[in-house]
């Protein structure tokens, strides 16, 4: 009896196995938004924290105060990155709950 809860126990875990990797591709088409600044600079992000895009409002450019534009870039793309580590643990947290696993999302 005991062989065939580990082997039930087995294919449950494969076949969750390949639902994470699919909820894994599926996060790669997904996109976060980040703006910052009043919607001076947006950053596009994809699940898989790729930086897809980034939106700079001609009125944040100024020659003499290129720091703020860094700043603004800055917080826009780490804002991106947060969502993006949102975005994961809506989506492969489900896998994971319950399961003491750090550093896996």
Do not use: H, W, Y
Request: charged share 30%; net charge negative.
């Amino acid at each position: 009896m005991e062989m065939k809860n580990m082997g039930n126990m087995m294919k449950q875990m494969q076949k969750m196995q390949k639902q994470m990797m699919k909820a894994q591709e599926e996060l790669k088409e997904k996109t976060v938004e980040a703006t910052v600044g009043g919607g001076m600079v947006t950053v596009i992000a994809s699940g898989d924290k790729r930086i897809l895009e980034v939106n700079i409002s001609e009125d944040v450019v100024d020659p003499d105060d290129v720091e703020m534009l860094q700043d603004l870039i800055i917080a826009a793309t780490n804002e991106a990155l947060k969502k993006v580590d949102e975005l994961v643990e809506q989506d492969l947290g489900k896998f994971t709950k319950g399961l003491n696993m750090p550093g896996m999302f």
